[in-house]
């Protein structure tokens, strides 16, 4: 069973930068759909970004278009977020998970993704 792992959340002040990285526990050609979801206690796990195999096409979520930007080297088997101009409302835990799509579709919903990580904390002071 392929696992997740993140890495690279912390505290950092608004309008701050961070970089997560996900790796998978053993390398796998067959997920070629990854993609980044957040959770705040008590809501739901909401779609941040999304990639494909190549990291030709990338998808995110209006709330952070224009800030975060999804990346793969496949070379290391690893993505990446990177988040610009961090906001309160960023704060939350932070989940890498991945599928393998037949159709190369991004999905955005979780129930598509099978694997997922445990999650790294993000934190952003106003």
């Known amino acids: 069973q392929v696992q997740l792992v993140e890495s690279g959340g912390g505290l950092v002040q608004a309008g701050g930068s961070l970089r997560l990285s996900c790796a998978p526990s053993e390398r796998t050609f067959s997920l070629n759909i990854m993609g980044w979801f957040r959770q705040t206690p008590g809501k739901e796990r909401d779609f941040v970004a999304g990639?494909?195999?190549?990291?030709?096409?990338?998808n995110y979520a209006d709330s952070v278009k224009g800030r975060f930007t999804i990346s793969r080297d496949n070379a290391k088997s690893t993505v990446y977020l990177q988040m610009n101009s961090l906001k309160p409302e960023d704060t939350a835990r932070y989940y890498c998970?991945?599928?393998?799509?037949?159709?190369?579709?991004?999905?955005?919903?979780?129930?598509?993704?099978?694997?997922w990580g445990q999650g790294t904390q993000v934190t952003v002071s106003s």
């Open positions: 990639i494909n195999w190549g990291g030709s096409r990338t």
């Open positions: 998970a991945a599928y393998h799509s037949m159709t190369g579709q991004l999905g955005t919903k979780v129930e598509l993704y099978d694997y």
